[in-house]
């Protein structure tokens, strides 16, 4: 359903916030907090904090509290990367999912089972967490900030960033509690991404888009102002409408669904948009492209090998590698004769 109306979008989107945020706090009272299982991310952290100072201080610190103190210096460094919209909607997120984290906690009548739990536990944060995605929303704490880093150092992808948070929150379980709850809570973050990327875009975390609008360069340049995303542009024709035109192509994660769609919308509600999943992508903002990583080809074993391209008019061209990796072409004798009609 396409709702034109801006303002009725914007209370759409910040009802999906407020959802996603009350799913992602039942499931860590409920599940994952009374299992001693850590969540990912900043929550994870605000729980690693909250247990030490318990422990070794005395002081019971409200998680809720030391989530929202660790958000707060984060939200007013990254206002000036965000747009004023997702800056709503990121502060409706993070103040209502401290609030259910401080006040939803429902005791259920089943027996304390680890794994149980935490699968549980992280299906439905995942689901939270995929339905305040495409409200374009957040909660803030790892995801804010690794896009932060990724602004300021363009080598740290968002990806590898999280990945490192949540090996310091699996790491820190081991210490925190022992090496069975950080095992639990490993299978709580996988399922929790899973999910949260199947909401969102599918089974894939990383999908193309591609964009045919007659307002591509509008289009093309909010994509790389707001999303931060680079736009390919490739010529086409219709065949029915004999029309040229320009058509988008630009690779997303699953962060970058609902805000890449609101932007196409909001631009050209009658754009035309598709999409497919990416088994593999690198290089561009993703997984860095190594050059010493793996040898996919053997160019000293094979540089003297000779192919064959057949090639219309019967005509056979033999292609060449050099020593200096430059291509070079030779015609056979019975190609030309052939061609010369000998």
């Known amino acids: 359903m396409i709702i034109k109306n801006k303002n009725l979008k914007f209370i759409v989107d910040c009802l999906l916030v407020l959802v996603g945020g009350f799913l992602i706090a039942f499931a860590f009272n409920t599940f994952l907090f009374p299992s001693d299982i850590l969540p990912s991310g900043f929550s994870g952290i605000a729980k690693i904090i909250n247990v030490l100072f318990a422990r070794y201080v005395g002081i019971d610190i409200p998680v809720s509290v030391v989530y929202i103190l660790l958000n707060a210096l984060l939200y007013i460094l990254a206002l000036k990367y965000m747009g004023k919209r997702f800056a709503i909607l990121s502060l409706v997120g993070i103040v209502s999912y401290t609030l259910f984290l401080q006040f939803v906690n429902f005791n259920l009548p089943i027996e304390n089972d680890a794994l149980l739990f935490a699968l549980y536990g992280g299906i439905i944060a995942g689901l939270g967490t995929g339905i ?11 995801e804010l900030l690794a896009s932060i880093i990724n602004k300021k150092f363009p ?17 820190a379980s081991i210490l925190v509690y022992d090496v069975s709850s950080a095992l639990y809570s490993l299978i709580a973050i996988f399922l929790s991404g899973r999910v949260a990327d199947y909401v969102v875009a599918g089974v ?26 680079g736009v390919t542009g490739m010529n086409v024709s219709g065949m029915y409408t004999k029309a040229s035109q320009t058509m988008l192509l630009v690779l997303v994660n699953r962060g970058q669904v609902s805000h890449l769609k609101y932007i196409v919308a909001d631009c050209d509600e009658n754009a035309f948009i598709f999409s497919c999943p990416v088994t593999e992508v690198s290089g561009g903002g993703f997984v860095p492209l190594k050059k010493n990583g793996m040898i996919l080809y053997n160019y000293y074993k094979h540089r003297k090998k000779k192919y064959k391209r057949y090639i219309p008019n019967n005509r056979i061209i033999f292609r060449y590698k050099n020593v200096d ?6 015609e056979s004798k019975k190609s030309k004769n052939i061609r010369k009609g000998k």
């Open 325 to 330: 990796g430059l291509e070079t072409k030779k």
């Open 155 to 171: 080598n740290f992808t968002v990806g590898n960033v999280l990945i490192c948070i949540n090996a310091v929150v699996i790491f």
């Open 132 to 142: 305040m995605l495409r409200g374009r929303g957040s909660t803030g704490g790892s």
């Open 204 to 229: 894939q975390s990383v999908r193309a888009y591609c964009i045919i609008s007659y307002k591509n360069p509008e289009i093309a340049k909010r994509i790389m102002n707001e999303v931060a995303r």
